[in-house]
């Protein structure tokens, strides 16, 4: 199978969404990203539950979002009205995780695990079957256009490995640096979903560069 490709629109141009939304409908992309970031939780503040709406308004595809916020438990219901097909949360964030995973499910949406790069897949043993996604963060989250981490590769390893012995069926998503480069490798090491900002929206061509991210590898 070939990844799926969530292009993230933190890297879009605000000021022209609707045609940004328009180009991604027409994209090899499976799932827009929406990064939602409130300052708290990381040193930069995004977008939130407007502008979300706004682009559900014109989005053809599931929007994937990645709450880096804290505190994610008050805000699940709103953000499922918004127009979220996922909502992922930040395990470090998330005291009483099983909780909020079981909340973003009944509210209908699937559920996502997000782990900061120190943050070792191990830690999931216990959830991993209830969850649908987790995403293995490949910069510290809060920027588009960060260096890729490389010890990235073997945490996808290590999740694809914990996935199997558990009989689980979560996806494995890889955030942050995602390029034409570092993309075929994640894939070998089990990645299924590969979030991209800067790479696609800085290119001069976004429609090839996200069919060319989803042509170059399989698992
Ligand atoms: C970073 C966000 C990412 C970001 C990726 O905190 O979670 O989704 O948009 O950007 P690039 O692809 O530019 O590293
Ligand atoms: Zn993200």
Request: glycine share 6%.
């Given at each position: 199978?070939k990844p799926i490709i969530a292009p993230s629109i933190l890297a879009a141009d605000f000021a022209n969404l609707q045609s940004e939304i328009e180009l991604l409908n027409q994209s090899a992309g499976e799932w827009i990203h929406c990064d939602i970031m409130d300052g708290r939780f990381v040193p930069n503040i995004s977008f939130g539950l407007p502008v979300l709406e706004a682009v559900h308004k014109h989005a053809?595809?599931?929007?994937?979002?990645?709450?880096?916020?804290?505190?994610?438990?008050?805000?699940?219901?709103?953000?499922?009205?918004?127009?979220?097909?996922?909502?992922?949360?930040?395990?470090?964030?998330?005291?009483?995780?099983?909780?909020?995973?079981?909340?973003?499910?009944?509210?209908?949406?699937?559920?996502?695990?997000?782990?900061?790069?120190?943050?070792?897949?191990?830690?999931?043993?216990?959830?991993?079957?209830?969850?649908?996604?987790?995403?293995?963060?490949?910069?510290?989250?809060?920027?588009?256009?960060?260096?890729?981490?490389?010890?990235?590769?073997?945490?996808?390893?290590?999740?694809?490995?914990?996935?199997?012995?558990?009989?689980?069926?979560?996806?494995?998503?890889?955030?942050?640096?995602?390029?034409?480069?570092?993309?075929?490798?994640?894939?070998?090491?089990?990645?299924?979903?590969?979030?991209?900002?800067?790479?696609?929206?800085?290119?001069?061509?976004?429609?090839?560069?996200?069919?060319?991210?989803?042509?170059?590898?399989?698992?």
């Open positions: 199978m053809r595809k599931p929007l994937d979002v990645h709450l880096m916020i804290a505190e994610p438990h008050l805000y699940i219901e709103q953000f499922q009205k918004a127009g979220a097909t996922n909502i992922t949360v930040h395990y470090e964030v998330c005291p009483h995780l099983h909780r909020v995973i079981e909340q973003i499910k009944s509210a209908g949406c699937k559920a996502g695990v997000a782990l900061n790069p120190h943050t070792p897949v191990g830690l999931l043993e216990d959830i991993i079957t209830d969850l649908d996604l987790v995403l293995i963060m490949s910069v510290n989250p809060g920027f588009g256009g960060q260096k890729f981490i490389p010890h990235t590769y073997a945490k996808v390893a290590a999740l694809r490995e914990l996935i199997q012995a558990k009989k689980a069926h979560a996806l494995i998503q890889v955030d942050g640096g995602v390029n034409t480069e570092t993309a075929p490798l994640l894939v070998e090491q089990g990645a299924n979903v590969l979030v991209a900002g800067s790479f696609v929206f800085q290119a001069a061509d976004p429609l090839q560069t996200i069919l060319h991210l989803h042509n170059l590898a399989s698992y």
